[in-house]
């Protein structure tokens, strides 16, 4: 899965790595960063401890996922001409759980 800032500088990937390290659907969660296109932090294992879960990182299944994108309206702590206007994001809710 790829997170994209507004203008496409910034990217995130997850991904889901098998032992061998082979994109799988379960296996360790981990993650990347670009920034114009430049790996910034090379990809990286990755854990999430969510209140009342189980922690997700060591050994995670992707259930299902759907892209999708909107526009949302925020003021940002950045003072600028495009502060307050409206920006443009993907989405892809997903559903992962902890294997046993």
Do not use: C, W
Request: proline residues 9%.
């Amino acid at each position: 899965m790829v997170i994209k800032s507004p203008h496409g500088d910034l990217t995130m990937t997850l991904a889901i790595r098998s032992p061998k390290g082979e994109e799988a659907q379960t296996g360790q969660l981990v993650y990347s960063v670009r920034y114009r296109d430049k790996l910034v932090l090379e990809e990286s294992t990755l854990g999430l401890d969510l209140e009342g879960s189980a922690l997700l990182g060591a050994k995670v299944h992707v259930m299902s996922s759907e892209p999708g994108s909107g526009v949302a309206t925020a003021d940002t702590v950045t003072p600028g001409p495009e502060n307050g206007s409206p920006k443009v994001f993907s989405t892809t809710p997903f559903s992962a759980s902890p294997t046993p």
